[in-house]
């Protein structure tokens, strides 16, 4: 992080870039606002095979009108309907913010529904939260991920109910997401990190939960120097509307009024290799029999070897088929001398190899596919030691007590 911050007096001292960024429109002001603005497109229909070929593989966000209109939660969710169906099962809490300005350190509180619903008028507190199983009867699974095998991509329902006025942080999902509002208006700003990838890593730069220090009503883009590069995707998302936000893109959410959303997280690596959709996926129309509680879904939990293979399939998915790749994504743009570098790259092309099979220097999905255990713990070994001789090398890692083997969570970070 000191790295960081020296590299930003760098830029002011060389070139004046200082007074640039304190003199630009959106600099103390709300980020997102001051453009330029590109325009999101729209669609009313969007059948399974649509989605996944045009939006999902090449990560493309699509706005969705009235989607989820026809679903009983959109006609039925009114507090009184949510009060008495939380009686059903009295005992059952909801997770509770206890900020409507998101900040990653605030505390929670757990409450039953019905007691919510009696003070979150008046109060700041802001219901983050699996859907209840009482009330999934009501949801149905959106029309892009209902046909053939899509259902199986689901992993989690997280229902955002609040009086309005809540704020996000700046942050990235760690899963594709389909945001749906049943109630009120979200304001949305997105920003393509595939295309701003230099400026988005600089801005998320809270590795552990993907998200941004900035204060989003007052961006400080002398901090953030490199925000002034960015264009942004800036609109509302009705009630009826959701919303595609692919996996990594940069955002944040305001919420007005009366306020009631539900995000379906979606892991697509699950159909790895599985991915092509038959013709009636071409146009199939929403189910409405096909509601949560006739699902089976959610995250694999405590199966750390799983969880790679899928951050693999992740990083192919996304086109890291070649070893240049590979090299790039694991070392970026961190400073070795020559022969740490020669030495990490040696090892890379070592773990490239165990990935790839034929030798043909191009990762294939069945190559993937075919990872076993012990090939996995073999890649994780080798990147254990790159880490090592990258932090020999640079002063970023601040915490020696951190240099442990990979777990999950340092993983992510890393890489």
Request: negative net charge; charged residues 25%.
């Amino acid at each position: 992080m000191l790295m960081n911050y020296l590299l930003i007096l760098l830029v002011c001292l060389v070139g004046n870039q200082c007074s640039e960024t304190a003199n630009h429109p959106g600099h103390l002001k709300p980020f997102g606002s001051s453009g330029p603005y590109l325009q999101i497109e729209t669609v009313n229909d969007l059948p399974t095979k649509i989605f996944f070929s045009n939006y999902v593989k090449p990560k493309r966000a699509v706005l969705m009108k009235n989607f989820v209109n026809q679903f009983p939660a959109f006609v039925k969710w009114n507090d009184q309907y949510l009060n008495d169906n939380s009686y059903t099962s009295p005992d059952y809490k909801v997770l509770l913010e206890t900020s409507k300005k998101e900040t990653r350190n605030q505390e929670t509180i757990s409450l039953p529904l019905h007691d919510f619903l009696l003070i979150y008028n008046t109060s700041q507190l802001y219901m983050v939260s699996e859907v209840p199983p009482y009330i999934k009867k009501d949801v149905v699974l959106p029309q892009p991920l209902q046909c053939a095998q899509a259902p199986s991509v689901l992993e989690e329902t997280i229902m955002w109910f609040s009086s309005g006025g809540t704020s996000s942080v700046t942050h990235t999902d760690d899963y594709e997401n389909i945001l749906c509002v049943f109630d009120g208006i979200k304001e949305l700003v997105l920003v393509d990190y595939f295309k701003h990838k230099k400026a988005a890593d600089m801005i998320i730069d809270q590795h552990k939960g993907a998200y941004s220090s900035m204060d989003v009503d007052k961006v400080d883009y002398e901090k953030f120097p490199l925000i002034k590069e960015l264009e942004y995707y800036r609109f509302n998302l009705s009630a009826g509307d959701c919303l595609y936000i692919p996996y990594k893109w940069v955002h944040q959410v305001r919420s007005y009024g009366r306020n009631l959303a539900i995000n379906f997280w979606f892991n697509y690596e699950r159909i790895f290799g599985n991915d092509e959709f038959g013709q009636e996926c071409s146009d199939n129309k929403l189910d409405l029999s096909k509601t949560l509680d006739t699902l089976t879904y959610g995250p694999v939990e405590d199966n750390f070897f799983y969880n790679f293979k899928i951050f693999i399939m992740r990083q192919v998915n996304l086109g890291n088929r070649k070893i240049d790749q590979w090299i790039s994504l694991v070392l970026g743009e961190k400073e070795l001398n020559d022969e740490k570098k020669e030495l990490s790259i040696e090892m890379l092309n070592e773990m490239f190899s165990l990935m790839d099979f034929d030798g043909n220097g191009l990762l294939s999905d069945d190559e993937v596919i075919d990872l076993n255990e012990n090939s996995i713990e073999h890649i994780l070994g080798i990147l254990n030691e790159v880490e090592s001789i990258i932090y020999e090398d640079s002063d970023q890692n601040e915490d020696p007590e951190d240099e442990d083997e990979l777990d999950e969570e340092n993983l992510r970070e890393e890489l």
